[in-house]
């Protein structure tokens, strides 16, 4: 649904050049809500802007629903009105809901079907439609000083879905609401992500933001994706540093001589007694430093940090046992690197 190629920008500002995005390969998948996380400086914002041409990129393609937007932009300004039609079809949400505050909340999300030259009658028929899609029937006359944060962004979704867009870009929108409010405006987005078969992009830097409703995301680092995939394959993926963020487990071992391994059991592993099996298979004795049960992506997943007495060389079989359960096993700390396979080459 929305592609971007070798997506470049470089800034130039007071004679230097500041590359905010390096190369940038993206795919969201169609009716997919998609995360793109990354701390400040990352170029989250500039990959959102350059979706939308907002920002004309440096070098790359961006293609949406099929259309090569950078193609347009590179028409002149004649392909304004066609880019500008394009962009209509992609809704935007913003972290600062950017509303108008001498308009009526329905009064805002009419602007962007004025600016599509939508009649008065079915431009009412359509934001009044809208506001109750998002919960806000009884606001229409009202301004939006006399509105809460989260209202406020309720208005802005309304305002992005005007244009019927088939995709939603959303950059930091819950970001300035306190913690009961971006949950409510996630699942607002969940619902018309399901409802609308709408397709969301949405840029955070709250892992919980991804682990609530994000179906696939993207770890973004000086302007490059360096982690990508669907939460659940990145949680398969061992050594994945989003993995580990998304779901966390800690436990300091309690000596040398130990191997300490994570442990993540999916589906129908998580109900088999495997623990208490390798304990009596081996006849050693296991702790348990930390463990967690959380849903991630809609499915139960849980992971478990334990400790096995000896080293690394000690416990192959043990670990063999496990993985041969299908548990997905990441080593810790020693193990790790005692188990790293030695590089071809390297002395
Ligand atoms: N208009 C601009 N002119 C010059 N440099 C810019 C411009 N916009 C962004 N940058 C620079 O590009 C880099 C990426 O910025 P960007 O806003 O995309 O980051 P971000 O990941 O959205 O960060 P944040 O989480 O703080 O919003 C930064 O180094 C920033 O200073
Ligand atoms: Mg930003």
Known sequence: ????????????????EITALDGVDLHVREGEVYGVIGQSGAGKSSLIRCVNLLERPTA??????????????????????????????????????NLLSTRTVQDNVELPLEILGTSGRERSRKALELLD????????????????????QRVGIARA??????????????SALDPETTRSILH?????????????????????????????????????????????????????ELAAALF?????????????????????AATRPVISQLSRTYNIDISILGA???????????????????????????????????????LVGAAALASAPVKEGAK
């Not at 961006?62 to 932009?73: E, K, M, N, R």
């Not at 800690?250 to 999916?266: A, L, N, P, Q």
């Open 292 to 330: 967690a049960m959380d849903t991630v992506a809609g499915r139960q997943v849980g992971r478990m940090r334990i400790e096995l007495p000896g080293r690394y060389e000690d416990n192959v079989v043990p670990v063999g046992f496990l993985r041969e359960q299908g548990l997905q096993i990441e």
């Open 60 to 97: 790359g393609t961006v293609t949406v629903a099929g259309q090569d937007l950078t193609a347009l932009a590179g028409r002149g300004p004649r392909a304004g009105r066609e880019l500008r039609q394009a962009r209509s079809r992609i809704g935007m949400v913003f972290q600062h809901f």
């Open 133 to 152: 899609l998002v919960g806000l029937s009884d606001k229409a006359n009202a301004y939006p000083a006399q509105l809460s944060g989260g209202q406020k």
């Open 248 to 268: 966390p487990v800690s436990g300091d071992t309690s000596g040398h001589d130990r191997t300490v391994i994570d442990v993540t059991f999916h589906g129908d």
């Open 1 to 16: 649904m929305i592609t971007t190629t070798g997506l470049t920008k470089v800034y130039r500002s007071r004679g230097r």
């Open 188 to 240: 607002l987005l969940r619902d018309l992500n399901r409802q609308l078969g709408l397709t969301v992009l949405l840029i955070t830097h709250e892992m919980d933001v991804v682990k609530t409703v994000c179906d696939s995301a993207a770890l973004m680092e000086n302007g490059r994706i360096v982690e990508s995939g669907t939460v659940t394959e990145l949680l398969a993926t061992p050594g994945s």
């Open 161 to 174: 879905l005007a244009g019927d867009p088939k995709v939603l870009l959303s950059d930091e929108a819950t």
